[in-house]
């Protein structure tokens, strides 16, 4: 990911991801195809929520930071979208695997 910085960077890297998704899909997929391209954007989903939750939470400081400067700010933020994607990828807040759940039912 080239940009890392808020909101933006979260929804581009889950378009991202559901582009990819759709396009290593087949004209005719079959159910693996389908459950890993749906475990992929899940994934990538519970990634972008999580890097909001963590922006949110360090926006809501009680005092002011004694060394508060842009490139702290900016290192910050690749560290939680570091930490976002290292949550996801392990199942961290089971966000994916509820997605998941939810939309890999059979009617």
């Known amino acids: 990911m080239t940009q890392v910085s808020g909101i933006g960077s979260g929804q581009a890297a889950f378009a991202a991801a559901m582009q ?3 396009a290593e899909t087949p004209a005719a ?3 693996s195809d ?3 391209a749906l475990e992929k954007a899940a994934k990538a989903f519970e990634a ?3 890097r909001q939750l963590l922006s949110s939470m360090r926006q809501a400081s009680l005092g002011e930071e004694i060394s508060g400067s842009s490139g702290l700010d900016q290192f910050r933020e690749m560290q939680d979208a570091h930490m976002a994607e290292g949550l996801a ?3 961290g807040l089971g966000i994916a695997e509820l997605i998941l759940q939810q939309l ?4």
């Not at 890999?104 to 009617?107: A, F, N, Q």
């Open 20 to 22: 990819g998704a759709r």
């Open 29 to 31: 997929p079959n159910a």
């Open 34 to 36: 389908d459950r890993a």
């Open 48 to 50: 972008v929520f999580t």
């Open 89 to 91: 990828s392990k199942g």
């Open 104 to 107: 890999d039912r059979k009617p």
